[in-house]
Structure formats: C-alpha cells, structure tokens
C-alpha cells in the first residue's frame, strides 16, 4: 500500500493540522518563496515517491495568490514523481463563474479546472459547489462532498417545533430541501434577482414560513447581501426566531457588519472550509469542523473505498 503524504498551501493550515490530526499522520513540510520579480517558488521537502499524495489549498482571498500556490505544489509533487495527487480544495471560489452570462467574458470555474488538471491533480476533493454544474468542467474525477450532515447535526437535539428551512433562492432549493429532510422539517425559498455582485432583489418567499422559526441555509455567505435581504422579507412575513447556517462563511466587505446589525438573528452558523479569523468572529456564531468528513474522504479515496457511502445512513 502506497504511503498517504499530506502537505498544505498557506490558505488554511488549521485545517489540514486538523485533517491530518484525524488521520494520524504528519503534516509535511513545504516552503513558499517570493522572488524580487514577485513571482512565487514551491518546494516540498518531504519525500512523495510513488505516494499518495493530498494537497490541501481551499482557494480563499486573495485567491489568485493561493491559485498559484495550489499550481506549483500540484506541478513540484508531479516533479517528484507521485504516484496520485489529490487536490483537496473545501472551497473553490471560481465555482460562481460557471456560465456565459454577459458577452465575451470567461468561463472561469472551468478555466481553473483545466489549470488544475494541467499542473498534475489526477484527482479533486472538494465541499458544496456554489454551482453544481462546475461539477462537469473537471476532466479527472472529482470528488464533491456537502456539509449538509455536519450542519444538521448541530440542530439534530433541538427542540425544532413550528420550524421552517429557507433557502435564500431557487437555484439552492434542492440542498436545502436535503437539509429540511435530514432534520423532517419543511421547507420555503425565496425568489432572488441578482442585479450585481452586491446587489439583489427578493420578489417573494414561496412557502408557509408566517409566524414560524426559520433557518436560512445556503451554500455561502459572502457580502452578506443577500441575506440581509432574505431576512427583511421573512420579517415582513412575521416570522419568529432566526438562524442563519451555510458552509462557507467567507464574510468578505461588509458582511460582518451588516450582520452584526440583525439584533434579531438568534445564530450564525458556519464550518471552517475556509479560514475565519477572529475579527469575523460574531458572539452568536458557532464554527463547526469539517475536518472528520474530509479525513474521512482522504482515507476512502487512498483505500479505494466508496466515498458516496460517507453520506448514507443516519446522522
């Protein structure tokens, strides 16, 4: 059986600590160099001959930097001649960019797919794609994990009565009707216009949340403007207690701000795919661990072992 070797960019070293904590095995050293030109150096400086190897990066800001970290490692473990390399990126923020939606611009997500597949990765782990068609531009097979059982189980001894789970839009329906069933809740949505990056409309919310407790899940929370106007539509419509969940909470701009301003929201809850620093830190937000999942996955994968089954029974 080849060896496991682990190593990890500079975006979230807590996490693959974490991740290799749960595995029982060492985190290998690497160094990151930045010439006078600015240009970026990788070495690894453990051995990965005919190793399993995982990279562990989730592309956070400033992305570009990290991108190009992820590249070099992937192209220097090549170099040395590992047996497989697994890029492990919990986030990958090109994910929104996965469509022609204004002329002549890129198709990002896929792009970077490309890059990846082109700088070694023979194969990607990743958590909850803000698209799930990005799932398709990966030309090595990829592995896309969800953090909907981690979530759930953070409410799963609650007392959940006259609750309702909203998803701030149609496009994230499917995952948050998901979530409602692992908890036997029902679920609403919310009917969401993007007129840019920070701006959106909220026509109506669709389903039977008056006079309920909600819990608003999606996939991310970045400006937080969305949800900032998902939460002034359900107040319109009554509702009681507030909880707000999603995977990724990159809280970019004004986000911590704009929430701190919901006297109203009763929690925040989050995991740590990406790395969220104290300042970020809300006194109602609760961080919870996706490294047992992630562990979990990496052991599947090195054992050839079903990675979908990390997803059935109960939770």
């Known amino acids: ?56 990066q989730p592309l956070v800001p400033p992305v570009q930097e990290h991108l190009m970290e992820l590249l070099l490692m992937l192209d220097a473990a090549r170099g040395a001649s590992a047996a497989r390399i697994t890029a492990v990126i919990p986030h990958y923020a090109y994910a929104r960019s996965d469509k022609k939606d204004a002329p002549r611009i890129s198709i990002a997500a896929r792009l970077v797919a490309d890059l990846l597949a082109t700088a070694g990765a023979n194969r990607v782990l990743t958590m909850t794609l803000h ?28 007392n959940l009565k006259n609750t309702v789970v909203v998803s701030p839009d149609l496009g994230n329906a499917k995952a948050a009707t998901h979530f409602a069933r692992l908890l036997k809740l029902p679920v609403a949505a919310a009917n969401k216009q993007r007129l840019s990056d920070d701006e959106v409309v909220i ?91 992630l562990a979990r996955t990496i052991r599947n994968i090195h054992d050839g072992k079903s990675v979908s089954a990390l997803f059935d029974g109960k939770m």
């Open 203 to 293: 026509d109506a919310i669709v389903g039977d949340v008056d006079g309920k407790n909600v819990i608003v899940i999606d996939d991310e929370i970045a400006n937080g403007g969305t949800m900032i106007e998902v939460l002034t539509k359900l107040r319109e419509r009554g509702v009681k207690r507030i909880t707000v969940a999603c995977t990724h909470g990159l809280f970019t701009g004004k986000a911590i701000e704009r929430l701190r301003a919901q006297p109203d929201i009763d929690e925040i809850v989050t995991t740590n795919t990406v790395p969220i620093p104290a300042e970020k830190r809300l006194p109602n937000m609760h961080i919870l661990s996706v490294a047992p999942l």
């Open 131 to 158: 698209s799930p068609q990005a799932h398709g531009f990966f030309s090595v097979p990829v592995d896309h994990m969800n953090a909907l059982k981690v979530l759930a189980a953070h409410f799963r001894d609650r």
């Open 1 to 56: 059986m080849r060896a496991i070797v682990i190593f990890s960019g500079s975006a979230h070293p807590d996490l693959a600590k974490e991740i290799c904590r749960r595995l029982k095995l060492p985190l290998s050293p690497m160094t990151t160099n930045r010439f006078s030109n600015d240009c970026l150096g990788v070495q690894l400086r453990a051995n990965c001959r005919e190793a399993d190897v995982f990279m562990i």
